[in-house]
Protein backbone atom coordinates (compact mmCIF):
# COMPACT_ATOMS: atom_id res chain seq x y z
CA UNK A 1 0.00 0.00 0.00
CA UNK A 2 1.33 3.06 -1.09
CA UNK A 3 2.35 6.02 2.17
CA UNK A 4 0.36 8.86 2.34
CA UNK A 5 2.87 11.00 0.79
CA UNK A 6 2.52 9.05 -2.33
CA UNK A 7 -0.82 8.92 -2.41
CA UNK A 8 -1.34 12.97 -2.32
CA UNK A 9 1.44 12.77 -4.92
CA UNK A 10 -0.49 10.75 -7.24
CA UNK A 11 -3.58 13.02 -6.17
CA UNK A 12 -1.85 16.09 -7.19
CA UNK A 13 -0.33 14.12 -10.34
CA UNK A 14 -3.85 13.45 -11.51
CA UNK A 15 -5.42 16.79 -10.36
CA UNK A 16 -2.91 18.29 -12.95
CA UNK A 17 -3.61 15.72 -16.21
CA UNK A 18 -7.34 16.93 -15.38
CA UNK A 19 -6.52 20.29 -15.46
CA UNK A 20 -4.54 20.06 -18.68
CA UNK A 21 -7.68 18.30 -20.01
CA UNK A 22 -9.90 20.61 -19.28
CA UNK A 23 -7.52 23.66 -20.61
CA UNK A 24 -7.48 21.80 -24.20
CA UNK A 25 -10.99 21.04 -24.07
CA UNK A 26 -12.35 24.34 -23.20
CA UNK A 27 -9.48 25.40 -25.92
CA UNK A 28 -11.51 23.31 -29.02
CA UNK A 29 -14.55 25.48 -28.06
CA UNK A 30 -15.79 28.79 -30.01
CA UNK A 31 -17.10 30.77 -27.25
CA UNK A 32 -17.08 30.86 -23.03
CA UNK A 33 -19.67 29.24 -21.88
CA UNK A 34 -22.03 32.23 -21.05
CA UNK A 35 -21.28 33.98 -24.30
CA UNK A 36 -22.52 30.29 -25.82
CA UNK A 37 -25.48 30.04 -23.84
CA UNK A 38 -26.52 33.28 -24.60
CA UNK A 39 -26.20 32.78 -28.26
CA UNK A 40 -28.77 29.57 -28.32
CA UNK A 41 -31.04 31.73 -26.06
CA UNK A 42 -31.05 34.67 -28.49
CA UNK A 43 -31.13 32.16 -31.67
CA UNK A 44 -34.20 30.48 -29.76
CA UNK A 45 -35.92 33.43 -29.13
CA UNK A 46 -35.96 35.02 -32.52
CA UNK A 47 -36.57 31.41 -34.31
CA UNK A 48 -39.84 31.33 -31.96
CA UNK A 49 -40.61 35.13 -33.28
CA UNK A 50 -39.91 34.82 -36.74
CA UNK A 51 -38.96 30.72 -37.90
CA UNK A 52 -35.93 29.93 -39.28
CA UNK A 53 -34.95 30.97 -42.93
CA UNK A 54 -32.08 28.25 -43.67
CA UNK A 55 -29.57 30.74 -42.36
CA UNK A 56 -27.31 31.71 -39.72
CA UNK A 57 -29.25 35.23 -39.89
CA UNK A 58 -29.65 35.40 -35.98
CA UNK A 59 -26.63 33.70 -35.19
CA UNK A 60 -24.42 36.16 -37.18
CA UNK A 61 -26.34 38.87 -35.52
CA UNK A 62 -25.47 37.57 -32.17
CA UNK A 63 -22.04 37.28 -33.12
CA UNK A 64 -21.75 40.61 -34.38
CA UNK A 65 -23.58 42.55 -31.90
CA UNK A 66 -20.93 41.03 -28.84
CA UNK A 67 -17.91 41.49 -31.30
CA UNK A 68 -17.59 37.63 -30.95
CA UNK A 69 -14.59 35.67 -33.20
CA UNK A 70 -16.93 35.19 -36.54
CA UNK A 71 -15.32 32.65 -38.21
CA UNK A 72 -13.98 30.44 -35.54
CA UNK A 73 -17.79 30.50 -34.59
CA UNK A 74 -19.11 29.47 -37.60
CA UNK A 75 -16.61 26.63 -38.49
CA UNK A 76 -17.29 25.29 -34.66
CA UNK A 77 -21.22 25.89 -35.57
CA UNK A 78 -20.60 24.08 -38.75
CA UNK A 79 -18.45 21.30 -37.75
CA UNK A 80 -21.07 20.42 -35.13
CA UNK A 81 -24.14 19.99 -37.51
CA UNK A 82 -24.90 24.03 -37.21
CA UNK A 83 -25.62 25.14 -41.20
CA UNK A 84 -28.93 27.49 -39.81
CA UNK A 85 -29.93 28.67 -37.20
CA UNK A 86 -32.61 26.09 -36.43
CA UNK A 87 -29.84 23.79 -36.91
CA UNK A 88 -28.05 25.17 -33.86
CA UNK A 89 -30.61 25.05 -31.74
CA UNK A 90 -31.43 21.35 -32.52
CA UNK A 91 -28.14 19.89 -33.47
CA UNK A 92 -25.35 22.01 -32.03
CA UNK A 93 -27.05 23.16 -28.25
CA UNK A 94 -26.92 19.52 -27.64
CA UNK A 95 -23.29 19.01 -28.56
CA UNK A 96 -22.17 22.01 -26.55
CA UNK A 97 -24.16 20.41 -23.61
CA UNK A 98 -22.05 17.06 -23.89
CA UNK A 99 -18.87 19.01 -24.19
CA UNK A 100 -19.44 21.66 -21.08
CA UNK A 101 -20.67 18.26 -19.11
CA UNK A 102 -17.57 16.51 -19.88
CA UNK A 103 -15.06 19.70 -18.91
Known amino acids: MPSKDEQQRRKALVNQVQQVQRAQAEAQLPLSEP ?3 A ?4 VDERLEAEGCDHTLRHTLAFVEAKQLPRESV ?3 LNE ?4 CDCEVIANVEEVWDEAVREL
Open 35 to 37: DMK
Open 39 to 42: LFDH
Open 74 to 76: VKW
Open 80 to 83: NGGY
